[in-house]
Each structure stands twice: as structure tokens, then as C-alpha cells.
């Protein structure tokens, strides 16, 4: 019921800024609870960051702590991922997710998914 489009990804060198943008239809954007999970190639789906529905609230995983930020302009109907200091390691397809059931930080536990956006941190 809920449409998630990735948008936002592409190539940088380590050290480098991205922006991501996830934007929503289908349903009232303020009232979701949006989370941001990555997979490499050969490896699972990995949680990075949450925010609560009215923004207030967020939860990154420790590898993107101070690096990474997650906000929503709910007037947009967007969740932004604010990336900086990118690490090679950083380097997979990148997913916005709502409509947790479940832990949050499992992938296991949201219903809807956007289609992915690629991220390369490489020199």
C-alpha cells in the first residue's frame, strides 16, 4: 500500500557526500515510522539508520554513526539520508523501508521496500 521510490545514489570517492532521498504515496507520510537498510553483493540486508514519524526520534547502527544522517520533511513527503566521510565499506544498494512489525533493526520485520539505489565509494 505503501510506494517507496530511492533516489539520490551514484559514484564518490572515499571521503566524499551523497544525499538520498525516499519519497512516499499512499498513504499519510507524517504518520510512518521510515528506516534506511543496505546490502553488498553475497550479504544480507543490513540496518543503517530510523527516524520516527513526526522526526523527533532517530537510530543509526554503529558503523554510520557521525557519518550519516536521517531526517524526514514530512511537508514533502520525503526521509533524507545525509551521507558524509564515505568509506569504501559504505559501498552497497541502499533501501528505504516502512511499515515495521517487529524489531526495527531487523529487515525481516518491514512490509514495504523501495526498489534499492546504488551507492560506489571508490577511488
Known amino acids: 500500500q505503501v510506494q517507496l521510490v530511492e533516489s539520490g545514489g551514484g559514484l564518490v570517492q572515499p571521503g566524499g557526500s551523497l544525499r538520498l532521498s525516499c519519497a512516499a504515496s499512499g498513504r499519510t507520510f507524517s504518520s510512518l515510522f521510515m528506516a534506511w537498510f543496505r546490502q553488498a553483493p553475497g550479504e544480507e540486508r543490513e540496518f543503517v539508520a530510523a527516524?520516527?514519524?513526526?522526526?523527533?526520534?532517530?537510530y543509526y547502527a554503529d558503523s554510520v554513526k557521525g557519518r550519516f544522517t536521517i531526517s524526514k520533511d514530512n511537508a514533502k513527503n520525503t526521509v533524507l539520508l545525509q551521507m558524509v566521510s564515505l568509506k569504501p565499506e559504505d559501498t552497497a544498494v541502499y533501501f528505504c523501508a516502512t511499515e515495521a512489525a517487529g524489531s526495527v533493526y531487523s529487515s525481516r520485520a518491514y512490509r514495504s521496500w523501495g526498489q534499492g539505489t546504488q551507492v560506489t565509494v571508490s577511488s
Open positions: 527516524v520516527s514519524g513526526s522526526g523527533g526520534d532517530t
